[in-house]
């Protein structure tokens, strides 16, 4: 079994929908946590980033952690067609460590 | 800056035959990771270098992958013999450990095709 565990989809939603995407983990030591979005054919880029539990937002975007479910959320509002895109959840303990990826969810938002 | 440098972006090659893969980090990163994306298995980490050290080589699959990093600005990931099932894209990222955010900066990658 995998640290980080994330849904694959596709996801495909409307334009202006909210759309929620979710990674759970089995680390309980991970504090640092990460959503990368990648678009075709290209490297993945950091979108948000969380230090331990809470909220944090900028933007149309959300992330949330709840270390005592060990479960991340991303929130998009008002989705557009440019957010069509993969979204990677990543953690870890610790600064030096390297990040544990999930698979990644694929999201289609359509006119 | 330019970003995380990766080249080639495209490989094709026969089953057997090396392939080298080159990454150039971006300036005062002193971290370098490299990766590896398939549909099946997402993105998978392989080795990771710190001031041009290997620190963690255990995402290596076997012993046909070695990874190199001769200086700061320079990087290489070898196959050797190439097969089938080694068809993926190969991503570099770099980082510096300076700053509070653990963020990867990653290059374009290279798509690597074994037939």
């Known amino acids: 079994q995998k640290e980080v565990e994330q849904d694959p989809g596709p996801l495909s939603v409307p334009e202006g929908a909210i759309v929620s995407l979710n990674c759970t983990y089995s680390?309980?030591?991970?504090?640092?946590f990460m959503w990368y979005r990648q678009y075709s054919r290209k490297g993945p880029e950091l979108l948000m980033y969380?230090?331990?539990?809470g909220n944090k937002e900028d933007g149309r975007f959300t992330a949330q952690v709840d270390k005592s479910s060990k479960y991340i959320s991303l929130f998009i509002r008002d989705s557009q067609p440019s957010d069509s895109a993969t979204y990677l959840c990543?953690?870890?303990?610790?600064?030096?460590?390297?990040?544990?990826f999930g698979k990644g969810t694929s999201l289609l938002v359509t006119p | 800056d330019a970003g995380v440098i990766q080249s080639p972006r495209h490989e094709v090659t026969e089953m057997g035959q090396e392939v080298t893969l080159r990454c150039k980090p971006i300036?005062?990163?002193?971290?370098l990771f490299w990766y590896r994306q398939t549909m099946m298995r997402g993105l998978e980490l392989l080795i990771y270098f710190n001031n041009n050290v290997p620190i963690d080589d255990s995402g290596m699959p076997e012993d046909r992958f070695s990874a190199k990093m001769p200086n700061a600005s320079f990087s290489t990931l070898k196959i050797q013999p190439s097969e089938p099932r080694d068809s993926a894209v190969y991503f570099c990222a770099s980082r510096r450990t300076s700053g509070v955010y653990n963020e990867q900066f990653f290059g374009p990658g290279t798509r690597l095709t074994v037939l």
């Open positions: 300036s005062g990163h002193d971290y």
């Open positions: 969380t230090y331990s539990s």
């Open positions: 990543a953690m870890s303990a610790s600064t030096g460590y390297a990040l544990n």
């Open positions: 680390n309980s030591a991970f504090q640092y």
